[in-house]
């Protein structure tokens, strides 16, 4: 029930390629949902997040989209470059007034040249 | 604009030592603070959360414990070290309004021998 299901592990796209990251959940308790973008050796940096009231959410090159009815959310990198090289992480939080995130595995994204 | 600093940023410490990681935030008062631990390749697992001075909350049982003295300081620690300890640990922090973004810090990469 608390778990957020994260697809691929791992992808290889072409520079100007359209990765597609993708996050399932069961708990419909979970109220807001944040991407995070993680170089090695770095921590995670928060690169963008959406509420369920919305079904897209745009900033620069990365989109959420979001199913409601599916319980899915995905991540979208337009014109994918190879500075996006990094692991991607989507999260869940289960509620107002919680403290916690529900993280995914993560999927390690390669933009070749 | 909150900056979040933890040190040292790597270690490497024989098993049963003792271990203190450290963890400040500027710009901010009254952040919630959290400790995660990242394995190698793995997602992100919380260990203690924390929403006010001397409150910790413990998510996983292990031999590591966490405190708050002051407002923006937040301190794990070990008083034994196992090799599973290992890891690479990251602090966070969250404002505490409605939806809690975390930001994360820099990490901690422990290496247990």
């Known amino acids: 029930q608390q778990q957020v299901k994260q697809s691929p592990q791992s992808l290889i796209v072409q520079k100007g390629g359209i990765p597609i990251i993708n996050c399932a959940y069961e708990?419909?308790?979970?109220?807001?949902f944040p991407w995070y973008q993680q170089f090695p050796g770095k921590g995670p940096a928060l690169l963008i997040a959406i509420r369920p009231d919305v079904s897209e959410k745009k900033e620069g090159r990365f989109t959420i989209s979001f199913n409601k009815s599916a319980k899915q959310f995905s991540l979208h990198i337009m014109d994918s470059q190879p500075g996006d090289s990094a692991t991607y992480f989507c999260a869940a939080r289960s509620g107002a007034g919680s403290y916690q995130l529900t993280f995914g595995k993560g999927t390690k994204l390669s933009v070749i040249p | 604009s909150q900056t979040i600093h933890q040190w040292p940023a790597t270690l490497v410490q024989p098993v049963g030592s003792p271990l203190s990681l450290e963890c400040t935030v500027e710009?901010?008062?009254?952040?919630?603070l959290y400790w995660y631990r990242q394995a190698a390749g793995r997602g992100l697992q919380l260990l203690f959360y924390?929403?006010?001075?001397?409150?910790i909350s413990s998510e996983v049982p292990q031999n590591l414990s966490a405190s708050r003295p002051q407002d923006r300081q937040f301190i794990l620690s070990s008083k034994k070290l196992l090799l599973s300890d290992s890891g690479f640990y990251l602090c966070?922090?969250?404002?505490?309004?409605?939806?809690?973004?975390?930001?994360f810090g820099p990490g901690t990469r422990l290496t247990v021998l």
């Open positions: 966070a922090w969250s404002p505490g309004h409605y939806y809690n973004e975390q930001f």
């Open positions: 708990n419909t308790a979970f109220d807001y």
């Open positions: 924390s929403v006010g001075i001397g409150q």
């Open positions: 710009g901010t008062s009254n952040p919630n």
